[in-house]
């Protein structure tokens, strides 16, 4: 299994690695990334989910959790349209795999988090994942996430 993340997989990594403790796992998560870039991406000069991508893509996992499209809303930089083109390219790479996508969040007031860019995001991700776990309704509850609505709280 292989898990592609931003900062909310982050906050769960050590959580994820136990409950999934019996899987062969692998977890690329960066703060602030999207799968069509973000600001360390800019620093290097090509998206680095990209790259995990294609990594990850030579030994196909069974199940490959794309959980990114949080920064790909919230970086002024980023927009739907870039993120549709990086999906559908990973998506042609894990042809091979069951691709798991998260939604984004759609209703928090999180500054420059543009909520209807998030609505576009879901709607890619919804038409190309084979399963889908809907996150955007998930982390309505605001048990789940802290101060901003979009990280994690304790519980989340």
């Known amino acids: 299994m292989a898990i592609l993340g931003d900062s909310l997989t982050v906050q769960a990594r050590d959580d994820l690695r136990v409950a999934l403790a019996d899987r062969a796992l692998k977890i690329a998560a960066l703060y602030g990334e999207g ?9 290097i000069g090509g998206p680095i989910m990209g790259a995990m ?13 794309i959980a990114l499209g949080t920064n790909d809303v919230w970086h002024a930089s ?9 999906w559908n ?10 691709v798991v996508g998260v939604t984004v969040t759609e209703t928090t007031e999180g500054l420059m988090y543009d ?4 609505v576009r995001v879901n709607q ?8 889908t776990v809907d996150w955007a309704h998930l982390g309505a509850s605001a048990d789940l996430t ?9 519980r989340g």
């Open 115 to 118: 909520t209807s860019e998030a």
């Open 35 to 43: 799968l069509s870039g973000g600001p360390m991406s800019e620093k």
């Open 53 to 65: 991508v294609e990594e990850y893509s030579l030994d196909p996992p069974d199940v490959v959790v």
């Open 146 to 154: 802290g101060f901003d609505g979009v990280h994690l709280s304790d």
């Open 89 to 98: 390219q990973m998506a042609a790479s894990f042809r091979q795999s069951c």
């Open 78 to 86: 980023l927009d739907p349209e870039s993120f549709r083109v990086a």
């Open 124 to 131: 890619v991700i919804r038409r190309g994942a084979d399963v």
